[in-house]
Nanobody, 114 residues
Framework: QVQFVESGGGTVQAGGSLRLSCTASGIPFSGKAIGWYRQAPGKQRELVANSINTSNVRYADSVKGRFTISRDNAKNTVYLQMNSLEPEDTAVYYC????????WGQGTQVTVSS
């Protein structure tokens, strides 16, 4: 069974930083496109960053230049470094594979206060 477990969320002031982690089990991680998604209250879930490998990454325009996705295939873990956080980044953050997503995990709450 494929499972993703997210961690690292919290409450920070605007301009602060957080580093999220997501560990996958049940799938071979290497070579798989993995994405970080977020869902704010009352809004649809959106893809904010995805990684196929360490050099092939993409970002949503809203986070470009502030967020960095990275991965450690040996640990089956993908990270999201979030800098210069804004109140608009407040959401529950999830990770999942891009193709044939598995069941969604619990996510990790990120709250940015102004």
């Amino acid at each position: 069974q494929v499972q993703f477990v997210e961690s690292g969320g919290g409450t920070v002031q605007a301009g602060g930083s957080l580093r999220l982690s997501c560990t996958a089990s049940g799938i071979p991680f290497s070579g798989k496109a993995i994405g970080w998604y977020r869902q704010a209250p009352g809004k649809q879930r959106e893809l904010v960053a995805n990684s196929i490998n360490t050099s092939n990454v993409r970002y949503a325009d809203s986070v470009k230049g502030r967020f960095t996705i990275s991965r450690d295939n040996a640990k089956n873990t993908v990270y999201l470094q979030m800098n210069s956080l804004e109140p608009e980044d407040t959401a529950v953050y999830y990770c999942n594979r891009i193709v044939a997503p598995a069941s969604w995990g619990q996510g990790t709450q990120v709250t940015v206060s102004s």
